[in-house]
T-cell receptor, first 112, second 113 residues
Framework: AQSVSQHNHHVILSEAASLELGCNYS??????LFWYVQYPGQHLQLLLK??????LVKGIKGFEAEFIKSKFSFNLRKPSVQWSDTAEYFCAVQGGSYIPTFGRGTSLIVHP | DGGITQSPKYLFRKEGQNVTLSCEQN?????MYWYRQDPGQGLRLIYY???????QKGDIAEGYSVSREKKESFPLTVTSAQKNPTAFYLCASSSSGNHAEAFFGQGTRLTVV
């Protein structure tokens, strides 16, 4: 069975600070990896995804994530956060069944 | 405008009553999912369907039931057997196979009193 672990449950930053959210997964085979974001009052939407190829993937709004196979990790980064990045962030893994499994989420609050 | 529509947005029910949450998609997706979102617990899979007339239990199926009679529709019934039904319910869909991202509805917040 696949599982996802997000290490940071609550993160509070000031604008312009750098962000890194941890995500580790457990699965024995090839995986697809995703980060989704849920802005206040809005539906969950895709931030970025990794299927194969370059392990450094870029998403919307300046976010990027790096897949490190040896560490089973897919950490999300942004060099300089904005107040509008306040949201809940979910890491998800998709294994052989193609059913997405989500982590517990990280609540990010950015102070202006 | 393509997407997933969940209704209603807010739902109140008395304890012991069954309630059905609606989910409709016009994305022509084969796969549909129901997740439950609780604070600090992320999204947990209740049921999923990868094709019409077929569905499978997820991690927390007890006290829930679904049907998939049409490709566009995947209603979820929260039965009186569900011990803690108050939660935020999310419906999602995706195309079948590999590399498919999930698209989500706006969610239904169910409160049982």
């Amino acid at each position: 069975a696949q599982s996802v672990s997000q290490h940071n449950h609550h993160v509070i930053l000031s604008e312009a600070a750098s962000l890194e959210l941890g995500c580790n997964y457990s699965y024995g085979g090839t995986v697809n990896l995703f980060w989704y974001v849920q802005y206040p009052g809005q539906h969950l939407q895709l931030l970025l995804k990794y299927f194969s190829g370059d392990p450094l993937v870029k998403g919307i709004k300046g976010f990027e994530a790096e897949f490190i196979k040896s560490k089973f990790s897919f950490n999300l980064r942004k060099p300089s956060v904005q107040w509008s990045d306040t949201a809940e962030y979910f890491c998800a893994v998709q294994g052989g069944s193609y059913i997405p499994t989500f982590g517990r989420g990280t609540s990010l609050i950015v102070h202006p | 405008d393509g997407g997933i529509t969940q209704s209603p947005k807010y739902l109140f029910r008395k304890e012991g009553q069954n309630v059905t949450l609606s989910c409709e998609q016009n994305l022509n997706h084969d796969a549909m999912y129901w997740y439950r979102q609780d604070p600090g617990q992320g999204l947990r899979l209740i049921y999923y369907s990868q094709i019409v007339n077929d569905f499978q239990k997820g991690d927390i199926a007890e006290g829930y039931s679904v049907s998939r009679e049409k490709k566009e529709s995947f209603p979820l019934t929260v039965t009186s057997a569900q011990k803690n039904p108050t939660a935020f319910y999310l419906c999602a869909s995706s195309s079948s196979g590999n590399h498919a991202e999930a698209f989500f509805g706006q969610g239904t917040r169910l409160t049982v009193v």
